[in-house]
């Protein structure tokens, strides 16, 4: 019957449109769009168009760990914008957070990221990095790209000033440049969101291709043993690169939004058709009481009741396996309590309020006369 070995949780395929990830995402191709980086344009002319000390916050904070820009990965991934808490949240939210954390945390975020420059180069471990300029300096060295071990070392010595300076990137490229495109590219992300779900439950390889047009790295082929959740985050200005967060047991992967909705087609025009509810009759009562009978189910129907979802938004906001939400979605269903209908490729959820009546009208029909 074959050995038998410890078995792992396989892996969770989600996506997601995120504010603080988009952000960082941005600020990360904010960083390399330079002329002739092949870059969208929007990108080169918005860092033109960046104030000088912005500018240099940008270039510091991202050039000195690695290539791969692990820095800024770090206060994003602090907050953690996949907890179930935090799926909704703004830039606000994050700079909230960040604002609250001690000084020291972002010494050792820079440490964190340090130390994850060395895993990717296969070079032993820094030795601990606390406020020391020698072990600083000799940590630096090799994860050094647009910064100087001159410049890094004073941020980390007294790291109220890096904390200073990583806010002000933020908040600066936030309020300043990438709020209102982001605003104005909302819907397109949202409209990618919902016709990646096809995708993504072809698993994480598929998933990847289908949605960046590119194989699975080689680097991330590697490290799937450490990867538990993998989250695709539409993106408006990647065009033909690729991007992602490798931060264990979490992959982010960006794709290009509008590359998506070209190959998929246009969505449509129209709502959604109406959905159709089913007639009510002493069974359906029974099926319709054995399907409220249960809390996530009852949750389902809160979430519904303030408009139509798709099954991928229930299980980011309920925090439950989408395996688990297409049971309960369906018993929903066959009560007649949540109809569906397909539109702009996805399959749309929505309470039947004429269902919920009748269910509430039969009720009320057996109790005694004068109730």
């Not at 050995?3 to 952000?23: C, H």
């Not at 002329?35 to 000195?64: I, K, M, N, T, Y």
């Not at 998929?264 to 069974?283: C, H, I, K, Q, R």
Request: hydrophobic share 50%; with cysteine; net charge negative.
């Amino acid at each position: 019957m074959g050995e038998l070995v410890a078995g792992k949780p396989a892996l969770r395929l989600d996506t997601l449109v995120s504010a603080p990830l988009d952000l960082v995402s941005a600020l990360a191709l904010l960083y390399r769009a330079v002329p002739g980086s092949g870059l969208d344009p929007w990108l080169v002319a918005a860092r033109r168009a960046l104030p000088a000390p912005l500018l240099a916050d940008l270039d510091l904070l991202h050039g000195f760990s690695g290539r791969l820009l692990y820095y800024m990965e770090e206060p994003v991934m602090r907050f953690d914008p996949l907890a179930r808490a935090h799926r909704d949240a703004g830039v606000d939210d994050l700079l909230a957070f960040l604002d609250d954390l001690p000084a020291a945390d972002f010494r050792a975020m820079a440490a964190h990221a340090v130390v994850r420059v060395h895993r990717d180069l296969a070079l032993d471990p820094p030795a601990p990095l606390g406020a020391d300029p020698a072990a600083w300096r000799a940590a630096l060295e090799p994860a050094l790209t647009t910064a100087t071990a001159a410049e890094v070392i004073p941020l980390v010595a007294e790291p109220y000033r890096l904390k200073e300076r990583t806010l002000r990137l933020l908040r600066g490229v936030w309020e300043g440049v990438y709020r209102d495109e982001f605003a104005a590219r909302l819907p397109t992300l949202r409209e990618a969101a919902g016709r990646a779900h096809p995708a993504v439950d072809r698993g994480v390889g598929l998933a990847f291709a289908d949605l960046t047009g590119n194989r699975l790295p080689a680097p991330l082929v590697t490290r799937l043993g450490d990867i538990g959740r993998v989250t695709f985050c539409p993106s408006a200005h990647l065009g033909t690169f690729v991007s992602y967060m490798l931060y264990p047991p979490d992959l982010v992967v960006f794709f290009d939004a509008p590359a998506l909705l070209a190959r998929v087609g246009a969505p449509a025009a129209a709502d959604p058709p109406p959905l159709v509810a089913g007639a009510m009759t002493d069974e359906a009562l029974l099926e319709a009481l054995r399907a409220l009978a249960d809390p996530t189910r009852l949750r389902i129907l809160d979430l519904l009741g303030d408009g139509r979802l798709y099954a991928q938004e229930i299980v980011g906001r309920l925090g439950i396996a989408q395996s688990a939400a297409s049971r309960h979605l369906a018993q929903l269903e066959r009560a007649g309590l949540v109809a569906v209908a397909p539109g702009r490729g996805v399959k749309f959820y929505a309470v039947d309020p004429d269902r919920l009546a009748a269910v509430a009208g039969a009720i009320h029909g057996r109790a005694p006369s004068g109730a």
